[in-house]
């Protein structure tokens, strides 16, 4: 059996039977930014055995992958069931003793985790913006006090953590022993869903490196069409704060703050958001605002990096134009 004390692989738990959703291999991706050359990163695949699986989670950094698969285990699976069919994997012979467990970063990745932490009666440290492991326990990193702080937690027992991914290089080749197990316990029902297309092509606010985000000095719907479109041009997501998805302009799983979603990416632009201790909530630590405000005294300067001070429809229209143009120049 593996050496799984100090120097224990850090292993990635990877619920890839929800398919196109990429989002799947962030767990091994951040394992492998912890790991360095101390840790080996063991990726456990709930679902079917598959080449391009297996493939994708030595590319983002694996060393070994394991496919624990179970007859009952539906596709798209759900959260239960995914938990579960980690909860029978981490109790095999194999992983006793395992110190450090990854899920990914986001809320179906901190829902499978925190059930698991419950079900296994082990630590939870989600929304970590960085983690290192030494003999005196594991210390995770994560922000407080409205992003405007940061904490370090050390957990001294097994624990499962969520922390932002670095970028996959998906071009890297790497290969590693694959193992594949077969589950055998009872799984819960899956949740009876019946699926929609939306028809909404937007990218996902989860891992995005760039948001456009719109606050209650927009005014209107019509404003997150544009803010919408400087998303696309710039390869981000949108996302709003509370009034303006209580108004209606921007759907509610785009929120972003203290009771929306936690979002680290790269460059988060705010539009007409005056940046509340609740909203600022929701944006991680090393995330750099761009902020256009007409209020210069606005809150949201304090934090950002890029201010502009002007009514935002004297700005986004050119802005756009501008990419657009630039993109139309590439093409040619
Ligand atoms: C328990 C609790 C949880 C909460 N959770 C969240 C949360 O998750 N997310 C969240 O966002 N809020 C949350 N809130 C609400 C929060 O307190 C604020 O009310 C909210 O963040 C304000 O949103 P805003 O910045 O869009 O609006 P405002 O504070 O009204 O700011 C609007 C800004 O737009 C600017 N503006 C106006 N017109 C223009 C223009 N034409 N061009 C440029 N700028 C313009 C104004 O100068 C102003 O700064 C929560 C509150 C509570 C009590």
């Known amino acids: 059996m593996a050496d799984r004390t100090v120097n224990s692989p850090i292993l990635a738990l990877a619920p890839f039977t929800f398919g196109e959703n990429s989002d799947w291999l962030s767990s091994i991706a951040a394992a492998r930014s912890i790991a360095q050359t101390n840790h080996s990163v063991e990726a456990i695949l709930a679902g079917s055995a598959s080449t391009e699986a297996a493939d994708a989670a030595f590319a983002a950094g694996a060393d070994k992958v394991w496919f624990a698969s179970h007859p009952n ?38 829902l499978i985790g925190a059930s698991l932490a419950q079900r296994l009666d082990i630590a939870m440290l989600g929304f970590c913006s960085a983690i290192t492991l ?40 790497r290969r590693g022993l694959v193992t594949r197990i077969t589950l055998t316990g009872d799984l819960p029902a899956p949740m009876s869903l019946s699926l929609q297309d939306s028809g909404v092509q ?35 997501a949108l996302g709003g704060s509370l009034p303006s998805v ?11 703050g203290q009771s929306g979603k936690f979002v680290t990416p790269d460059i988060y632009v705010a539009v007409g958001i005056s940046g509340t201790p609740q909203h600022m909530a929701g944006i991680g630590l090393h995330t750099r605002i761009v902020a256009i405000n007409k209020d210069a005294e606005a809150d949201i300067f304090r934090f950002a990096e890029l201010g502009v001070v002007a009514d935002w429809q004297d700005i986004l229209p050119a802005l756009i134009e501008k990419l657009n143009q630039k993109g139309e120049a590439s093409k040619i």
């Open 134 to 173: 030494d003999d005196s326990g594991i210390h995770a990193k994560r922000a407080s006090h409205g992003g405007r702080a940061g904490i370090t937690v050390t957990s001294n027992t097994a624990s499962v953590a969520s922390l932002r991914a670095p970028k996959i290089d998906d071009t890297a080749v």
């Open 246 to 256: 209580d108004a209606g302009w921007v759907p509610v799983f785009r929120q972003v």
């Open 202 to 236: 937007n990218a996902s606010l989860e891992g995005a490196r760039l948001i456009v985000s719109g606050g209650r000095g927009i005014g209107g719907p019509e404003g997150f069409i544009q803010l919408n479109e400087l998303a696309a041009s710039l390869g981000g």
């Open 73 to 110: 285990l539906e596709i798209p699976a759900d959260p239960g069931q995914i938990t579960e069919a980690f909860a029978q994997t981490l109790a095999l012979p194999a992983f006793t003793g395992f110190r450090l467990a990854l899920v990914p970063l986001g809320p179906i990745g901190d």
